[in-house]
């Protein structure tokens, strides 16, 4: 509970102004304009050194959004034709999110202090109490939706036209590490990298969407149209609960981003396997292994020998399987009355999907006496490749003009982005921090990636979209 009490004090002083958030100082004023506020003072110092830089920049900024829409509306969408007549955005952008990075680099650091396993309320809960405070500083609004294991968080934030359909950002704040992880692996930077336990999946990232929203905030500005972020406590062990908020925010949406760390060398997500995690039960007979071994029925041989039929079944094309976690007995001399297997299936289509399950759900026991029950935890429906893809389009057009470089690919893992994605709704993943290692010891972040990050989910929230799908406006 060390970790709770540190962070609730910590989010007590970010709402007394005391110590704020390392990406934004402070919230905008209750009685500013809202389509004219600015970022406080406190920020724009910190990053230009003097207020009179940082009105002048709000100012060519807002006159240069202004010339984004309009171009936007006369030259078919295309980002290139949008920021042609612009070429002082994209520099204003990429020198205030180098200017921002480091302080963007402590927030994940401060972040992946705050040890939060799937499944550990209060940890989730303070944490989640600490990411509101600071996306607060950013503008946004912030509820927490009570969880059977630990809150959710739902945050807005007001776009410059809100007649369009919102853009929605979907992320989580729940880890794979226990609790003492810290304590043999230290949040560590060496070598341009940043490890330790949920570096890049995802304190990474919520700390990079952060920086990018204070950084629109520093500039005067806001986002296009309005933005909805769901952060969930519960993706690494399937979004059970979770998926309600997500599916729930799904509708009216224009678009779907994912802050799940990006392939290795940035290309984001286009595509994932589906995901399913159950749990296979067998119920034996226990007896005494030594005098009376006949007469029992042994939980753990029964289950033994329905993990290899069940590796069997995963064979078939388009479905691969992680028996993940094993459990069962209680003594090497009492025949087994219960064993369990937890199971993590992925799947390349949603045929495969549909054909496994159906093939697990009819498992019988092979001994006399044996019982078996196979149960799905959780479920995530592949969402498959599309050709096309307008909306990597866009990202891939605007980034060019960003003066970087950057594709898409499917990916093999499953996450909240699997459900717009399987629904035909624009998806992309892969916005948050770039490096590697998710849910391995060598987990980590390239610091060196920071700033063109923040760079480019900035210049996406601010720029118009283009026309995704038929039925789509804006």
Same mark, same amino acid.
């Given at each position: 509970?060390?970790? $709770?009490?540190?962070?609730?004090?910590?989010?007590?002083?970010?709402?007394?102004?005391?110590?704020?958030?390392?990406?934004?100082?402070?919230?905008?004023?209750?009685?500013?304009?809202?389509?004219?506020?600015?970022?406080?003072?406190?920020? $724009?110092?910190?990053?230009?050194?003097?207020?009179?830089?940082?009105?002048?920049?709000?100012?060519?900024? $807002?006159?240069?959004?202004?010339?984004?829409?309009?171009?936007?509306?006369?030259?078919?969408?295309?980002?290139?034709?949008?920021?042609?007549?612009?070429?002082?955005?994209?520099?204003?952008?990429?020198?205030?999110?180098?200017?921002?990075?480091?302080?963007?680099?402590?927030?994940?650091?401060?972040?992946?202090?705050?040890?939060?396993?799937?499944?550990?309320?209060?940890?989730?809960?303070?944490?989640?109490?600490?990411?509101?405070?600071?996306?607060?500083?950013?503008?946004?609004?912030?509820?927490?939706?009570?969880?059977? $294991?630990?809150?959710?968080?739902?945050?807005?934030?007001?776009?410059?036209?809100?007649?369009?359909?919102?853009?929605?950002?979907?992320?989580?704040?729940?880890?794979?590490?226990?609790?003492?992880?810290?304590?043999?692996?230290?949040?560590?930077?060496?070598?341009?990298?940043?490890?330790?336990?949920?570096?890049?999946?995802?304190?990474?990232?919520?700390?990079?969407?952060?920086?990018?929203?204070?950084?629109?905030?520093?500039?005067?500005?806001?986002?296009?149209?309005?933005?909805?972020?769901?952060?969930?406590?519960?993706?690494?062990?399937?979004?059970?609960?979770?998926?309600?908020?997500?599916?729930?925010?799904?509708?009216?949406?224009?678009?779907?981003?994912?802050?799940?760390?990006?392939?290795?060398?940035?290309?984001?997500?286009?595509?994932? @396997?589906?995901?399913?995690?159950?749990?296979?039960?067998?119920?034996?007979?226990?007896?005494?292994?030594?005098?009376?071994?006949?007469?029992?029925?042994?939980?753990?041989?029964?289950?033994?020998?329905?993990?290899? #039929?069940?590796?069997? #079944?995963?064979?078939?094309?388009?479905?691969?399987?992680?028996?993940?976690?094993?459990?069962?007995?209680?003594?090497?001399?009492?025949?087994?009355?219960?064993?369990?297997?937890?199971?993590?299936?992925?799947?390349?289509?949603?045929?495969?999907?549909?054909?496994?399950?159906?093939?697990?759900?009819?498992?019988?026991? #092979?001994?006399?006496?044996?019982?078996?029950?196979?149960?799905?935890?959780?479920?995530?429906?592949?969402?498959?490749?599309?050709?096309?893809?307008?909306?990597? @389009?866009?990202?891939?057009? #605007?980034?060019?003009?960003?003066?970087?470089?950057?594709?898409?690919?499917?990916?093999?893992?499953?996450?909240?982005?699997?459900?717009?994605?399987?629904?035909?709704?624009?998806?992309?993943?892969?916005?948050?921090?770039?490096?590697?290692?998710?849910?391995?010891?060598?987990?980590?972040?390239?610091?060196?990636?920071?700033?063109?990050?923040?760079?480019?989910?900035?210049?996406?929230?601010?720029?118009?979209?283009?026309?995704?799908?038929?039925?789509?406006?804006?």
């Amino acid at each position: 509970m060390a970790a $709770a009490k540190s962070t609730a004090a910590k989010s007590a002083l970010v709402k007394s102004s005391a110590t704020r958030p390392v990406v934004a100082k402070s919230a905008v004023p209750k009685n500013a304009d809202p389509q004219t506020s600015a970022a406080p003072a406190a920020v $724009a110092k910190a990053v230009t050194g003097s207020a009179a830089t940082a009105t002048a920049t709000a100012t060519a900024t $807002a006159t240069a959004t202004a010339t984004v829409a309009a171009a936007a509306a006369t030259a078919s969408g295309t980002v290139a034709a949008v920021t042609a007549a612009l070429p002082g955005l994209p520099q204003a952008l990429s020198t205030r999110a180098r200017t921002l990075a480091g302080a963007v680099r402590r927030r994940c650091v401060d972040l992946a202090r705050i040890e939060s396993p799937s499944g550990d309320a209060p940890r989730l809960d303070a944490l989640a109490e600490e990411l509101a405070a600071g996306f607060r500083a950013t503008g946004a609004t912030a509820r927490r939706e009570p969880g059977p $294991a630990g809150d959710h968080l739902v945050l807005e934030w007001e776009g410059r036209d809100e007649s369009l359909p919102h853009l929605l950002i979907v992320g989580h704040h729940d880890t794979v590490w226990p609790v003492g992880t810290l304590a043999d692996w230290p949040v560590t930077e060496q070598d341009g990298r940043l490890t330790g336990p949920g570096v890049v999946d995802m304190k990474g990232g919520l700390a990079i969407l952060e920086g990018a929203l204070g950084l629109l905030a520093d500039l005067g500005e806001r986002p296009h149209r309005t933005v909805r972020l769901v952060v969930v406590s519960d993706e690494e062990v399937g979004s059970p609960d979770g998926r309600r908020l997500v599916e729930r925010q799904l509708r009216g949406a224009a678009a779907v981003l994912g802050l799940e760390p990006p392939h290795p060398d940035g290309r984001l997500k286009t595509a994932r @396997r589906g995901s399913t995690r159950v749990r296979l039960t067998v119920t034996g007979r226990e007896a005494h292994a030594g005098n009376d071994a006949r007469d029992g029925v042994s939980a753990v041989d029964e289950l033994v020998d329905q993990l290899v #039929l069940v590796r069997g #079944l995963a064979g078939q094309p388009g479905t691969e399987l992680n028996a993940g976690r094993i459990s069962g007995g209680s003594r090497a001399n009492v025949v087994a009355g219960r064993a369990e297997a937890e199971l993590g299936l992925r799947f390349a289509t949603v045929e495969a999907q549909r054909r496994t399950l159906d093939d697990l759900a009819r498992l019988t026991a #092979l001994r006399p006496g044996a019982r078996v029950r196979t149960e799905v935890l959780s479920s995530r429906p592949a969402w498959p490749e599309r050709t096309g893809n307008p909306l990597l @389009r866009h990202v891939r057009s #605007l980034a060019a003009v960003l003066g970087q470089q950057l594709d898409g690919a499917p990916a093999g893992g499953a996450g909240d982005t699997n459900l717009p994605g399987s629904r035909g709704l624009p998806t992309l993943d892969g916005f948050g921090a770039v490096g590697a290692g998710a849910h391995a010891r060598h987990e980590h972040i390239r610091l060196d990636q920071i700033a063109p990050r923040l760079t480019l989910l900035a210049a996406l929230l601010a720029v118009p979209l283009p026309r995704l799908r038929d039925r789509a406006e804006g």
